[in-house]
């Protein structure tokens, strides 16, 4: 099984420990409505300005914070996960709301959706840096690409770090130097992993540079109205790397 489908472990526990999103889960958000990516969305929104019932597809969904909050802003809003019991939680949250949100299981790196031109925004809410390999980021970006509409939007919030080297090698993580994450793992670990070290690793995160996430976007072809970033809360050689891009 692909590394990145691991999500679904994580959504598990996440359903088990009845918290209602991954953010909740981790301790970085008091509640669903407060998902970390909350500020910078409302702040592209505004500098966007979509048509009031835009098409908004949110990658990498999870249970569905941001796609309720845009659904709550009155867009057509489909949400994808790779992750089973992610989008049957997400089903749950935007029914609680009173919303209606088209979610559905699926890879943004090998969509189903064979289309083009569909949506006026797609919101990367921290998926893209789950996608570690080169080839896999290069086929959703693209796919990304594909799906919006011609003057459509890409909003983008992804981890970054200037400097690799600066990680801290500490507890079975380790990050290589093009900044790929590696988690040590059981031999018997049913996804993806790789042997070094006497070890077994399994890739988690991928951590470009400011320079290297604006490079892929525009090889993938998108003009970038905007990047900047912020800096992480705990980490400070870490940092959220926002952007703007239409096509
Ligand atoms: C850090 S979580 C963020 C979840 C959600 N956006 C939020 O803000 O709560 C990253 C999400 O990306 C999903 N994901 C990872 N790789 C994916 C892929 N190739 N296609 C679709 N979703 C993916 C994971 O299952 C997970 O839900």
Redesign the pocket.
């Known amino acids: 099984m692909k590394y990145?489908e691991s999500?679904e472990d994580c959504?598990k526990k996440v359903k088990k420990s009845k918290t209602s999103?991954?953010?909740e889960f981790q301790k970085k958000a008091d509640r669903f409505e407060n998902?970390?990516?909350k500020e910078f969305l409302v702040t592209a929104l505004d500098t966007i300005l979509p048509k009031s019932k835009a098409r908004v597809l949110?990658?990498?969904?999870?249970?569905g914070?941001?796609a309720c909050f845009l659904a709550q802003r009155g867009y057509d809003v489909y949400g994808?996960?790779?992750?089973r019991t992610?989008v049957e939680i997400a089903r749950t949250n935007a029914m609680n709301r009173g919303l209606i949100i088209n979610f559905s299981v699926?890879?943004?790196?090998h969509t189903t959706e064979t289309g083009s031109d569909i949506y006026d925004i797609i919101s990367d809410?921290?998926?893209m840096h789950?996608?570690t390999h080169d080839a896999?980021r290069k086929a959703?970006l693209s796919s990304i690409f594909r799906l919006l509409k011609k003057g459509g939007h890409f909003i983008m919030e992804t981890m970054s770090i200037e400097d690799t080297s600066r990680w801290s090698h500490d507890g079975g993580m380790r990050m290589d130097e093009q900044g790929i994450l590696w988690n040590e793992v059981e031999e018997d670990y049913p996804y993806d992993k790789v042997f070094f070290e006497d070890k077994f690793w399994m890739c988690t995160r991928r951590v470009l540079s400011p320079s290297a996430l604006q490079k892929e976007l525009e090889q993938t072809g998108f003009q970038i109205e905007y990047i900047g970033t912020t800096q992480d809360i705990d980490i400070e050689y870490m940092a959220d790397f926002q952007a703007i891009c239409s096509k």
């Not at 949110?58 to 249970?63: A, E, K, L, P, S």
């Open positions: 990145y999500h959504y999103s991954w953010d998902f970390c990516m949110d990658i990498g969904c999870g249970t914070p941001a994808i996960d790779v992750s992610a699926d890879d943004i790196c809410t921290h998926c789950c996608i896999d959703a």
